[in-house]
């Protein structure tokens, strides 16, 4: 099946750095790629939409100022959390669709982010 | 978007088979009803998705009755391994996939 690749699987910044999380699809272009939020024991929270070569959908609540976004190409997302705080340590998700398959989505491993 | 609804949890022992079943009063022609699991720490796996009737693949069962407001998940003879977070979803191509609380199932020997 697809692949979708998240990187770094783990990551400890400082409170006030900026961090960035990868997403790529390794075998189909993805034209739709989607960032969760998930918190211990919930469920996982959609954070943005993002298309290939224009901006991120933000969902409501979301700070696209601090969630940055950017899809420069079919194969890779990514999202940077800026200013990072406590508050920020979660999973993050990411997942693709698109290329041949229709309604399937793929998942990323996600990437366990500790801010200190 | 269709709005899902499932138990919070379920218990099982080895050797059992196990229907989870999700209610999707709202959904429309064009959704699909998929199945994913979750363990602790990792992404969600997709498990099988259908539109009507029965679907069967090399893990798991999907029946989805005439009206299709509802899906059952079956889990054939679950083992320790099963242990997980199961989401069931309707989607629609092209649109964004919204989880609901899913349903965490413990195994037990």
């Known amino acids: 099946g697809a692949v979708v690749s998240q990187h770094p699987s783990r990551v400890i910044c400082k409170s006030g750095t900026s961090v960035k999380i990868e997403c790529r699809s390794l075998d189909f272009q993805a034209t739709t790629m989607f960032w969760y939020r998930q918190f211990p024991k919930q469920s996982l929270m959609l954070m943005a939409t993002s298309n290939e070569g224009s901006k991120a959908t933000y969902e409501q609540g979301v700070e696209k100022d601090k969630f940055l976004i950017n899809h420069a190409s079919l194969t890779l997302s990514t999202l940077t959390v800026t200013s990072a705080h406590p508050e920020d340590s979660s999973f993050y998700i990411c997942s693709a669709s698109g290329g041949f398959l229709n309604t399937e989505a793929f998942f990323g491993q996600g990437t366990r982010l500790t801010v200190v | ?109």
């Open chain 2, 1 to 109: 978007l269709a709005k899902t609804t499932q138990p919070i949890s379920m218990d099982s022992y080895e050797g059992q088979e196990v229907n989870i079943t999700c209610s999707h009063n709202n959904i429309a022609t064009n959704d699909y009803i998929t199945w994913y699991q979750q363990f602790p720490s990792q992404g969600p796996r997709f498990i099988i998705q259908g539109y009507k009737t029965k679907v069967t693949n090399e893990v798991a069962s999907l029946f989805i009755p005439a009206d299709r407001k509802s899906s059952t998940l079956s889990l054939p003879r679950v083992s320790l391994s099963d242990t997980a977070v199961y989401y069931c979803l309707v989607d629609s191509p092209g649109q964004k996939l919204v989880f609901g609380t899913g349903t965490r199932l413990l195994v037990s020997p």
